[in-house]
């Protein structure tokens, strides 16, 4: 299998701020014009909350509180001709906003604070069931503790 083709680590994350997330249309390929959680590749030496909380303030000016993984999902793109393009593992995770406010730049081309029940229409794969799960656990971690 060429090198290109060769599964890439990235990490995501739903950025929740007054119970609503944060999502950015993505500007470039892979997936460009789709809705998407900020993310991209883990660096070497670097940790999947690292890249996760670098991914968030490179993409969308955002600084946020990691709080744990969401799940995983495989991107799997194929050419035209069926042939393997390109193949991504997404650990996403849920944060907590902390500062600033999101802004456009070359990986996002939009970005907004969504209901999680209330996603757009164009997103990425499997989208939904990530955002459902990071919704949980950030809910999880605003609850008080039971004594």
Request: with cysteine; glycine share 10%; net charge negative.
């Amino acid at each position: 299998m060429p090198e290109s083709t060769r599964p890439v680590l990235a990490a995501s994350t739903a950025v929740f701020r007054e119970g609503r997330v944060l999502l950015a249309r993505r500007g470039q390929n892979p997936s460009r014009g789709l809705w998407t959680l900020p993310g991209g590749r883990v660096e070497p030496g670097e940790t999947l909350a690292q890249a996760a909380t670098r991914e968030v303030m490179e993409e969308v000016g955002v600084a946020c509180h990691v709080l744990g993984v969401a799940g995983a999902l495989d991107i799997i793109q194929r050419d035209p001709s069926g042939a393997l393009a390109a193949h991504f593992v997404v650990v996403s995770h849920a944060a907590r906003w902390v500062a600033f406010e999101p802004a456009v730049g070359p990986e996002a081309a939009e970005v907004g604070w969504f209901l999680p029940t209330a996603l757009p229409e164009e997103t990425t794969p499997g989208l939904a069931g990530i955002v459902e799960a990071a919704f949980l656990l950030a809910r999880g971690a605003d609850a008080p503790d039971a004594a």
